[in-house]
């Protein structure tokens, strides 16, 4: 379980909060397990040998100056080759070393790389199993934003972690040596360092209660970056001369970020030089005093160079832990973000003891006094609907913008539960229903359906991506929505890449993406079909063409069409007119013209405009 961030003050991050967030770092280590267990054992020895260089180079070192300190005293009987297999000693460990910081950066690199993967994998399957209205929510979005983040992230603090375990050993083997010299000189070193670590420990804090506070301005930093910069928004941006507005709003909310950022960091590089030098500080102090014992001979010259190597690494390396400390809790405090995000559990979701899709169904689609109203909204989408949507029944919703009519369709398909009443399919709760094989008895295309920037096959296997491979049903199904008349124009056919993103892609008028799309819904033997706005954008030719497919092949089967065309709208067997979110008539096109109601009247209206 995460550490959850609300019972941290994210404003101030105290001391105990931090090392609390460290308990995500157990966690942490598992998704890097996780990721690969070989790079993790590499790294981990790999860095147990570094650590232990420092010293092994240092007393290396000692040694060579009491030789150097010996022959130069020029007694009789000393030879030159024990001076020399060390200097061989000392420039094998440099190589050593070498060999050594640069396997660590590779396995760094390469673990991140894989990490940041892995857990971008992990983040888009928990997101794929997230309720819509989940997405729809801005606090969801930002928490989904900065786990995405932490993808990245996360891989610094992974090289962080490994490189203060390594450090705390280095630690542990020079300590040995300088405990033996003057214990107290640690404590001084200590004394010198604790004030940055402090000051560190601040300022982290105020620039991760400044970055989570932005949270929603980066995302629409990064959205006023994307409206200025793709070539899905060029051509709007470009005829409405847009640019200058989207530049300023970008340059408001940037320089609004830089300012804040720039006071803390040159407040940060003030207090850090005044660090520095109280850490400086403590140093000199150690090394005049062993100076002074050398001049009274108490150490050797060898042990004067290896205290005060010992003294200065022990320093950086103290300094190091410590920011390092900061800079880990603040990562394991981003980690909540990271596990907060999985722990959000979707409402919609497969149930163990799930009943199996009917097939064929019997009786049909109930609803039962079903309304519903959207997350954050006071006003009911839906209210009061009830109705029957027979096997076999094709039924057309009309009603003019904003009436309903997705909204009704959105809870046939489940992607939304109803917020009262309920959905009876063959007599039981469509919340009882298993949900993998609703998703594929209910096509749907929507009107703001996607143009994947992929290959046309890739397009239309969008529709049952397991049959990816299916070529003959893929080419079936652009048969039936009229998807094949394309082929003649795309150079590489089925496999051509469509859209402009890529290299070699073709672009496509608005009613030949749509054909692409509409070929989707056949893709799968759906029992039902809902088909939202399917054919605003083909031309009446086409339109025509293709619902005289749609009725042919949906024989049998359910479907519900949402469209403003009454020529569409006519060829269902039943028309339900929505208002307001309600239902207000129900019946054939001809029983409707006779009632002279809201149907007719829209009809008339439509109708006029053609004459
Ligand atoms: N995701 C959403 N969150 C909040 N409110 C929404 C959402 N989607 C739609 N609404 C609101 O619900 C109501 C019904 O919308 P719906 O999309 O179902 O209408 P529609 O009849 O399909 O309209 P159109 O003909 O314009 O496509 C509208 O008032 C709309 O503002």
Redesign the pocket.
């Known amino acids: 379980m995460a550490k959850q961030l609300n019972e941290i003050d994210a404003e101030s991050l105290t001391f105990k909060a931090r090392v609390a967030a460290l308990g995500n770092l157990p966690e942490f280590f598992k998704l890097v397990w996780q990721t690969s267990r070989w790079m993790t054992i590499c790294n981990f020895l790999l860095r147990i040998a570094r650590s232990m260089m420092p010293l092994a180079i240092l007393w290396v070192g000692k040694h060579i100056i009491d030789e150097v300190v010996l022959l130069g005293t020029g007694r009789a009987g000393v030879s030159q080759e024990f001076l020399w297999k060390l200097v061989g000693l000392e420039f094998g460990l440099a190589i050593l070393t070498d060999i050594l910081n640069r396997s660590i950066n590779l396995m760094d690199g390469l673990l991140g790389d894989q990490f940041a993967n892995y857990t971008s994998v992990r983040i888009m399957k928990h997101a794929a199993t997230l309720d ?2 989940q997405f ?1 929510d801005s606090v969801f979005y930002d928490k989904m934003e900065r786990a995405r983040q932490q993808t990245v992230g996360r891989t610094v603090l992974l090289s962080q972690v490994m490189g203060q375990i390594q450090d705390l050993i280095t630690m542990g083997f020079l300590a040995v040596g300088l405990v033996a010299f003057n214990p107290w000189l640690i404590l001084l070193l200590l004394a010198t360092i604790l004030p940055a670590f402090i000051g560190e420990s601040y300022f982290n804090d105020r620039s991760y209660a400044l970055s989570r506070r932005r949270t929603p301005e980066r995302r629409e930093l990064d959205y006023v970056r994307y409206l200025g910069a793709s070539d899905d928004t060029a051509k709007e941006i470009k005829v409405f001369n847009l640019s200058g507005f989207i530049i300023d709003r970008f340059k408001t909310l940037s320089e609004k970020f830089y300012t804040e950022n720039r006071q803390l960091s040159q407040r940060r590089a003030t207090w850090g030089t005044f660090f520095s030098f109280l850490g400086s500080t403590g140093y000199y102090l150690a090394y005049v005093y062993i100076i002074y014992k050398t001049i009274n001979g108490a150490v050797t010259i060898g042990e004067l160079t290896f205290l005060a190597g010992s003294f200065r690494q022990m320093r950086g390396l103290m300094e190091g832990v410590l920011l390092r400390f900061t800079a880990v809790s603040q990562g394991a405090i981003y980690l909540s973000d990271f596990f907060e995000f999985f722990e959000i559990e979707p409402k919609i979701r497969k149930l163990l003891n799930a009943k199996p899709f009917p097939n064929p169904i019997r009786l049909g689609f109930v609803f039962e006094n079903v309304g519903f109203q ?4 006071s ?1 009911w ?2 209210r009061h609907l009830s109705f029957t949507l027979h096997p076999g029944e094709k039924l057309a ?1 009309v ?10 369709v ?1 809870l046939l398909a489940r992607l939304y539960d109803p917020t009262e009443g309920r959905i009876l399919l063959d007599g039981v709760d469509l919340k009882a229903y298993d949900l993998d094989e609703l998703r594929l008895n209910v096509g749907i295309i929507f ?1 703001d359906y996607l143009r994947y920037q992929m290959t046309l096959a890739q397009n239309i296997a969008a529709g049952n991506i397991i049959e990816q491979d299916n070529r003959a049903l893929i080419e079936s199904a652009a048969k039936q929505s009229l998807a094949d008349t394309l082929i003649e124009k795309l150079p590489a056919g089925y496999d051509q890449m469509l859209g402009k993103r890529f290299a070699n892609g073709v672009d496509l008028s608005g009613g030949e993406w749509q054909k692409v799309a509409l070929a989707r819904a056949y893709m799968k033997d759906a029992q039902l079909l809902i088909l ?2 399917p054919t605003a954008a083909l031309d009446a030719r086409a339109e025509y063409e293709v619902f005289e497919r749609f009725a042919e092949l949906t024989k049998g089967k359910s479907a519900v069409l ?1 469209s ?1 065309r009454f020529s569409t709208v006519r060829m269902a067997d039943r028309i339900l007119v ?1 208002d307001k ?1 309600q239902l207000i008539e129900i019946g054939s096109h001809e029983e409707l013209i006779l009632k002279k109601g809201r149907y007719a009247e829209l009809f008339e209206l439509q109708a006029k405009g053609y004459r």
Do not use: P
């Open positions: 819509l209205d729809e959207y997350a954050h909204s006003r989408a839906n919703l009603g003019e913008n904003g009436s309903g009519k997705t909204t009704l959105k009107q939202d706005e949402i403003h929505l979110g």
